[in-house]
C-alpha cells in the first residue's frame, strides 16, 4: 500500500514538473506573453544591440533566443501597428468623419483602434481626433450606405460624430471590440489603475493630501461650543455612505444619533456641512422613514439639537428639495418627508427639483436640438424651450439661493432630497458657493467637492456611467451642478478665481476615470478600492496647470456673498459645454484665453522690469560708492600738493588758471586723479556681474513680444488650433505652440521672482545646454 502512495506521489510530482516546464516554454513562445510585452515597452530609440538581432524593424533584447525570434517571424506575419506610442488593436484607412456642418465634404483619414482611444488623423491637415474608450456614452451601428458602414459615436464630453468605414466586415470588428471597451463590467479594470502618466509629470502621492476633512472644518471653527465630532462613525457603521468624521450638535445623544440614523434612508442622519460665521448653519440628510403615520421621538430631538446650536432665532427651515408630489408618492413606499405636527419650531418648504429620470430625459432633448441637421433659429429655440433644461437649472439655483439668503439672514437650514446625495449635494454646494468667497476659488471649489460630493457620498459610478449599469441610474447631476456655477460665473465673472476651462476639465475628467478621484460612489468605497495607492489623483495633476484656470477678471475679496439673478433672460445655454465641438459656431480667439494671455504677457514683463531695475540698482550703488571713494581719494592727495606748493603760488588767478589747465591737459598716470589705489577698474562689479555673456543671457532669456494668437493657425509640430485646443505662448521666444508643444516649466534668468514658467521644448534644450 506503501508503495503504491509513493509511485502515485512520484508520478504527481514528475506531471507537476512537466508543466511547470510546458507552462515556460508556452510563455516565452506566446504573443500575449510577458515576452512580447516587452517587444511593446521597447522605444525606437533602444541602442542597437551587438549581434545586430532585429525583429520587425525594432531591436530585440539580448536575453531573447534565434529561435524565439525565427518563430515569432514564421508565426506573425504582420509586425505590430503603433501611433504615438500607443499599440494598436485595430487600424482601418479610408475613414471618412462626417461632420454635420460638412456633410458634401467629409474628412478622410485612418482610424486607429487601441486600448485606451479611439483615434482619427487626417493625412492632409496632420490633425488629429482622440476618442477616450471611458468618454464614450453610446455607440450605434447605422444602416449600410453607399459609401460604406457608418458608425455613430455620442459621448459624455458632448461629442457627437460619425466614422463611415469602407468595409462592413471592419466596422463590426471595430464596433464590437468597442462595446467591449468602452464600460468596463468590474470597477478594477477602469483606466485609472492602467494609467501612467509621463515620467517627469507628477507623482502618483500628488493630490491625495490636499484635502482633509477635519482642517475645512476647522476652517469654519469647527468642533465649538455647538457642534462636536461624532466618533461613531469610525468604522462606517453609523452609515457606510457618510465619512468617517461627521459633526453633530454636542446635545445629540448617542441613542438620539443611532435612532435617527435607522430612521432615515440609507441610514444618512442630518449632519453640519457648513457652519457660517453668524452661527447659522447647513445640515443635510436623506428623507424620513414616516410612511403615512410613523415617527422617531429621537429624530425630532436630533432636529431641535440642531436648530439649538443657533441662538440667533428661534426657528430653522427643514427644505426639501423634491416637488411635494414626490415626496407624497415616496409615502406609499414607507419613504416621504417630515410630519409637521410632530417638529416644533420648523418651517417646512417644498422646491420643486425634479428626480435623476427627468433630469437625463430633458439633457437628451438639449443634444437632440444641438444635432438638428438643418437648425433653424426658431427650431433651436423651440427644442431647448420642450427640454426644460434652462428651466431645471434656474430651479436648482432658486433653491440653492432660498438656502443662502436663509443662512445670510441667520437661520439654520436642514436640507434633504430623496436618498440625500443627488440634488442635497447640488443645492447645499451651490450654496456655500453664495456665502462663503473661500470657496470661490481653485483651492476652495476643490475643497467643496471633495466635502460635499466625495465625502458626503454621491454615486458616480452610476450616474456617469463609469461602469455597465442600468441606464436608468445614469442621470447629469454633476454636470447640473457645473452648469449652475457657471452661470453664476456669467453674472459676477470677478468673483471667481477660476475660468470656464476649469469646470470643462472637471467634466471630462469625473466621466474619463483616467484618475482615481472621482471613482466609487463614497469615501468607503475609495478606501476599499485603495485609489490613494492605485490610483493618481486629478487635483495632482491640475496643479501642475494651475496658469491655464485662472480667470484674469478676478478680484478677491470684492463681496463676502453674492446672489444669483433668476431672471429668465439671465439664465444661458451652455454653448462652451453642449457645444463645444461644433465648427462654425465659435469665436476664433475666445476671450477669456486672450485676456489671460495678455496678463500673463503683462506678468512677464513686469517681472522682467523688476529683475533689470535691481541690476540698474545695482550698478548705480557700486557706481556711487566707487565715486565717493574716488572722490576721497583725491581730495586728499590735492591738499598735499597744495600744501607743498602754497610757498611758490603766485597771486596772479590768469596765471594759475592756466597753469592747472595745462597740467591738466599733458597729465597721465602720474596725476593725483590717477594717483594712489583708486582706479575706474574699481567701478566695476564682481566677475559674475559683470560677465557681459550673463548679462546678455538675462536680457534675452525673456521674450518681450509675444507673437499675436490671431494669426496662428497650426503649431510647429503642424498640429492644427481648433475652437477647443488652447495655444500658449513660450515665455522665453514669445513664439504659440499646442499644449503637447510646450509641455516644460522653467525659471528664467531674466525674471526677478524665479517662478517656473511654461517654455518650448526648443527653448528647453537651449537653456539646458547653456546651465552650468
Known sequence: MDDIKLAKAQTKMDFTRFMNKFNEIERQLSPTSALRLSFDNISPETEEPPDGKRLWGMPVPPFVSDKVVSWIEEEFNEAPV?????????????????????????????????????????????????????????????????????????????????????????????????????????????YCFNYQPAKDDFPKNAGWDFFKLESEFRHMLVPNDNWTLCSMNEKYELCDTYPRQIYVPKEATTLMLISSSRFRSKGRLPALTYLHNNKASICRCSQPLSGFSARCLEDEQMLE??????????????????????????????????????????????????????????????????????????????????????????????????????????????????????????????????????????????????????????????????????????????????????????????????????????????????????????????????????????????????????????????????????????????????SRFESGIHPREPLGDLLLDSKEHCNSLEDHVQHLTKRIASFKNYISKSAKKLQDATSTNSSKLSKESSAQEINDNKYNYDKKLSELSAADDDHPLKAGNMSFASLSLNAEQTNPQALTEEINSVAVDWKPMRNVTNCSCSTPFDQFSKKTHCWRCGDIFCERCIDKNVALPGHDSGKAVPVCRGCFRQMQKQSP
Not at 464614450?136 to 460604406?148: D, N, Q, W
Not at 455620442?154 to 463611415?164: A, E, G, N, P
Not at 417630515?338 to 420648523?346: C, D, K, R, T, V
Request: hydrophobic share 35%; glycine share 4%.
Open 305 to 578: 439639537a440642531i436648530r439649538k446650536t443657533n441662538p440667533n432665532t428661534d426657528y430653522m427651515y427643514v427644505v426639501d428639495t423634491r416637488p411635494r408630489i414626490n415626496a407624497m408618492a415616496n409615502r406609499a413606499a414607507g419613504k416621504g418627508y417630515e410630519n409637521e405636527a410632530f417638529y416644533e419650531n420648523i418651517k417646512f418648504h417644498f422646491l420643486g427639483i425634479e428626480n435623476i429620470h427627468v433630469q437625463r430625459a430633458s439633457l437628451q432633448k438639449v443634444l437632440e436640438a444641438c444635432e438638428q441637421k438643418s437648425p433653424t433659429m426658431s427650431a433651436f429655440l423651440n427644442a431647448l424651450e420642450s427640454s426644460g433644461w434652462l428651466k431645471h437649472i434656474r430651479s436648482i439655483l432658486d433653491t440653492s439661493s432660498f438656502i443662502a439668503n436663509a443662512v445670510d439672514k441667520g437661520v439654520s437650514v436642514v436640507v434633504h432630497c430623496s436618498d440625500g446625495w443627488d440634488r442635497t449635494a447640488q443645492v447645499c454646494s451651490l450654496s456655500q458657493l453664495m456665502l462663503n468667497p473661500y470657496y470661490r476659488t481653485i483651492k476652495g471649489f476643490q475643497a467643496l467637492i471633495e466635502k460635499d460630493w466625495l465625502a458626503f457620498g454621491h454615486k458616480f459610478s452610476e450616474r456617469c456611467g463609469h461602469i455597465q449599469t442600468e441606464q436608468r441610474e445614469v442621470s447629469p447631476i454633476f454636470t447640473q451642478f457645473l452648469d449652475c456655477t457657471w452661470q453664476l460665473m456669467t453674472q459676477r465673472s470677478e468673483s471667481f478665481e477660476f475660468n470656464e476651462r476649469f469646470l470643462l476639465i472637471l467634466h471630462d475628467h469625473v466621466h474619463s476615470c483616467q484618475f482615481g478621484t472621482f471613482v466609487g460612489n463614497c469615501e468607503k468605497d475609495r478606501l476599499d478600492l485603495k485609489l490613494a495607492e492605485r490610483t493618481f489623483s486629478l487635483w495632482g495633476y491640475m496643479s501642475n496647470h494651475l496658469n491655464e484656470y485662472i480667470n484674469p477678471l478676478y478680484k478677491p475679496n470684492v463681496d463676502e456673498s453674492i446672489k444669483a439673478n433668476l431672471a429668465p433672460q439671465c439664465i444661458k445655454f451652455w454653448r462652451g459645454m453642449y
Open 82 to 190: 503603433y501611433y504615438n506610442g500607443n499599440s494598436v488593436l485595430k487600424k482601418v484607412e479610408n475613414v471618412r468623419m462626417i461632420d454635420r456642418y460638412n456633410t458634401k465634404n467629409p474628412t478622410v483619414g485612418t482610424l486607429y483602434l487601441t486600448a485606451t482611444h479611439l483615434i482619427f488623423v487626417e493625412p492632409d491637415s496632420n490633425k488629429e481626433t482622440w476618442i477616450l474608450h471611458m468618454h464614450i456614452a453610446s455607440i450605434e451601428k447605422l444602416p449600410l450606405s453607399t459609401t460604406g458602414s457608418p458608425l455613430l459615436i455620442r459621448c459624455k464630453t458632448f461629442l457627437s460624430v460619425t466614422f463611415v468605414i469602407p468595409k462592413d466586415s471592419e466596422c463590426h470588428d471595430v464596433y464590437t471590440s468597442l462595446m467591449k471597451l468602452f464600460q468596463p463590467v468590474s470597477i478594477n479594470k477602469l
